[in-house]
């Protein structure tokens, strides 16, 4: 009837901002951060610490109990933390897992009543689960983070902006001292939520300060860690990494950072437990390339380290061994030529490079070694021609224009 298709049309107009706000909202994380969407075959029981590992029961009952401190922090922002202690739960008839559940359906049924007389509530309570339904749904390594919050923040600010009217009418009523408290609390936490927010000022500020709350948070570890790698600062990192190692064995990040950091760290560093790391890795995941070639420059800055000139043939044999599991990159005739260039072998070196060559695979950084290559070996002219050709092919490349420039400058006036 025309009474049943009005009151359809005005469901979906009450519906439809909230559908485009979530729709936006999760397509613009989806393209800043990706993984957007998982597949349910890979959804997995067994190991609840990780997200294919989670079952949907443990999931959802974890959920039903991290949502209400989700709220609670919403309301009152203490605890905030980066590293928040997870506690699954896998079975859904536990106390807390029903009463988690039914405080949350309580105040979604509260939230989503009256559409017509109070649109700004429904709509608020439709966007705040469309933007937590997908990592409340979704199994992710780490359940639940504060800043996943974001989106559900703006449907709760409408949802408060819809009690507004009523909340100042009753407060008329209220003597001075009532308004005076909750005038100093509303401040407290909005001082609270703004320290918070200037820590998020700097990665490093915020996993320092995460650190002293919790020495042994991995997230922080890690994090800082990263931050001291990619200022430069190799030696700071690694006593972190080490801890991380410790703590949790299997985190194959951990490990592959602190090869990368013992390596980097050059005459202080231990190739060998580099080396440790690097196998540690190859022989649980002896299909990833990339743990292959950082195996082949542990081999290599080990057999620098000791002398031992079987070391380097190692080093070759497993870069090239990545032909075997992957696509040829130019990178596997990289990283054995590299082994060979320390061994001081040039020729063969350049024989490596050579072969990615007649491979399809000269790209710009690959001609850079291999003139690096050809200077060593005497054979200048050839590395300055090298060099022209890639810059022909890419004019800006900056190892190129760089190499170039170096050579040039070498080079006895005319």
């Given amino acids: 009837s025309l009474r049943d298709r009005r009151a359809w049309r005005c469901a979906l107009v009450r519906v439809l901002p909230a559908v485009a706000l979530v729709v936006g909202y999760a397509s613009l994380r989806t393209h800043l ?5 998982f597949h349910v075959a890979d959804w997995q029981g067994g190991n609840a ?11 959802l009952s974890t959920m039903a109990v991290l949502l209400p401190r989700a709220l609670g922090q919403v309301l009152v922002p ?17 106390p807390a897992v029903l009463c988690g559940a039914l405080l949350i359906g309580v105040l979604t049924v509260v939230g989503l009543a009256a559409p017509r007389r109070r649109p700004l509530r429904f709509l608020g309570t439709c966007l705040a689960w469309g933007c937590a339904l997908p990592w409340v749904v979704k199994p992710l390594n780490l359940p639940y983070l504060e800043h996943r919050m974001y989106g559900p923040l703006a449907g709760l600010a409408l949802v408060a902006a819809a009690s507004l009217p009523r909340l100042a009418a009753r407060l008329r009523g209220r003597q001075p001292a009532s308004r005076a408290i909750l005038a100093l609390l509303l401040a407290t936490f909005t001082i609270a939520a703004a320290r918070r927010s200037v820590e998020f ?23 800082l860690a990263v931050c001291s790698m990619e200022s430069g600062r190799f030696a700071e990192a690694r006593p972190l990494l080490c801890k991380l190692v410790a703590l949790h064995p299997e985190r194959r990040d951990s490990r592959l950072n602190l090869a990368e950091v013992e390596l980097q760290c050059g005459a202080e560093g231990d190739p060998a437990l580099a080396d440790r790391h690097a196998a540690y890795l190859v022989q649980t995941w002896p299909r990833n390339p990339f743990y292959r070639l950082l195996r082949s420059r542990t081999l290599a800055a080990l057999a620098q380290r000791t002398g031992d000139a079987s070391g380097f043939d190692r080093a070759v044999a497993q870069a090239l061994s990545c032909l075997e599991i992957a696509t040829p990159k130019a990178l596997v005739f990289r990283t054995a030529a590299t082994a060979r260039m320390l061994q001081g072998d040039f020729a063969a070196a350049l024989e490596l490079l050579e072969e990615g060559v007649r491979r399809g695979l000269g790209h710009a950084d690959l001609q850079v070694q291999r003139s690096e290559v050809l200077r060593r070996l005497g054979r200048v002219a ?30 006895p006036p005319r």
Avoid: K
């Fill in 33 to 37: 951060l990706g993984g957007g969407t």
């Fill in 49 to 59: 610490h990780t997200g294919s590992g989670r079952g949907l029961g443990t999931q």
């Fill in 78 to 94: 203490i605890g905030l933390t980066m590293d928040p202690q997870v506690h699954y739960r896998h079975d859904c008839t536990e």
């Fill in 201 to 223: 000022a700097s990665q490093e500020t915020l996993w320092r300060v995460e650190l002293a709350r919790n020495p042994d948070s991995q997230v922080a570890l890690a994090g």
């Fill in 382 to 411: 050839e590395a300055r021609n090298v060099l022209l050709r890639a810059r022909a092919r890419d004019p800006f490349h900056g190892g190129v224009l760089a190499a170039l420039a170096a050579i040039e400058r070498a080079a």
